[in-house]
């Protein structure tokens, strides 16, 4: 049996997954704002390149540079239709395009676990207010529709459904006649 040499190539596994520099692309000579993009950031890899087709100023960072890898492999972080320098984007949005991708992720599962919460208080206040209607109509005397609203699904949802099961319930509680047709 023959061993096998399964060889990775960081290199080309960017070029695969990142944008490699070519003749469609013209990196501009750094300006005062891409200086000061990268003391802010942190970020020293940060420059600023014309996409000659797409006719696009992007702000990019080297994964491989040119000089110092022998291939120039970028990841596109944002394109302006002009030159960042001319109107520069805000400090908030700077702070929040380059954040670090593990403090993205930590705010998106912060996201995701805060409305997962919301959905749960929701849910609760929800039965809450349906027990509430339910006692509320048992000391009316209306001791079925009081039973019916225990055991009917009961939700926040705004749809035409619960609206007009809302409304049936207020017209019970003021006496109303109710039909169904």
Known sequence: MSE??????????????????????EVLPD?????????FSGIDDLFVYHHKVAD???????????KKDGVGILMELEAFDSPPNWRPPT?????ER??????IAESMRNGIRDRAKAKRVAEREAIEEKHGVADWLK???HEEASMSVRNKKWSNNDNAEFGEFKQN???SAKGRIITGG
Request: proline share 3%; charged share 25%; net charge negative.
């Open 56 to 66: 696009t100023f992007v702000l990019a960072k080297w994964i491989y540079h040119p």
């Open 4 to 25: 096998m040499e399964i060889i990775f190539d960081a290199k080309a596994h960017a070029a695969d997954m990142g944008l490699v520099l070519g003749e469609d692309h």
């Open 169 to 171: 319930l207020l017209n």
């Open 139 to 141: 000391r009316q005397g």
């Open 98 to 103: 380059l954040r670090p991708a593990q403090e």
């Open 31 to 39: 300006s005062d704002w891409i200086l000061w993009a990268r003391r």
């Open 91 to 95: 400090q908030d949005w700077m702070r």
